[in-house]
């Protein structure tokens, strides 16, 4: 396993495009948090990430699922996937190291939202009973998202051709954003469609959300249990 995961590493630094789209997203990351930690601010927020999931958390899921659709995508480009099914377990294996790869890259960017949020807390002096409600909302809002990402990325990219795997991330960009809001209000009126929303709900809804910090929203148990499901 070791191996393909060296293997895995190797072809994502040697597929030019895929190392220049995932410095762009974390490039986006560091201006959009670190413009956000200088700026001076209305009033002190305790958990930072709390209030930037709406916006970036959805970009980082987007991401992440386009660069996961890039990456297996190879997979199948190159005629290898005929080849690793003929062995045993060999199809599991090398998704199994692609996803490491690609797991890797969603821990360095919650890491890198973590240090923001440390950099915030420190700024202005908050508590650190803070901390926990911090790891939590970078827990919730980037990498259980961030797995689904890399985990609907690779369906798309053995199940779909190119234009069809394509459709379906605009789908689910707009399903999973705010924007979808409006269509199920409209269906609400006569068709049950409210349950089907909240199974999709990554993120807190709506474009003017704008959580209770100290209550600690982006904790709420259930919420762990709907991003798993």
Known sequence: MGKAIKNEIRLFRRTIYLPIFASLLLLAVHLYMGSYCVSPPVWVEPVLVAQRSQSLGLVAFLGTLVLSCFFCARLRDSGLEEAVRSSKHGLLRLLVSKGVVLLVFCALVCVSILIYDLVWMGRF????????????????????????????????????????????????????????????????????VGHLKDLLVLFPVGDDYYPDALYSYPGEGFRFFQNIF
């Open 125 to 192: 002096h908050l508590p650190n009973a803070f901390l926990y409600s911090e790891f939590q909302a970078v827990l919730l809002h980037y990498f259980l998202p961030g797995i689904v990402a890399i985990l609907l990325g690779m369906v798309l990219s053995l199940c779909c051709g190119q234009l069809a795997g394509y459709g379906v991330v605009l789908l689910t960009a707009f399903l999973v954003s705010p924007a979808s809001n409006f269509l199920f209000v409209r269906f609400a009126e006569f068709l049950p």
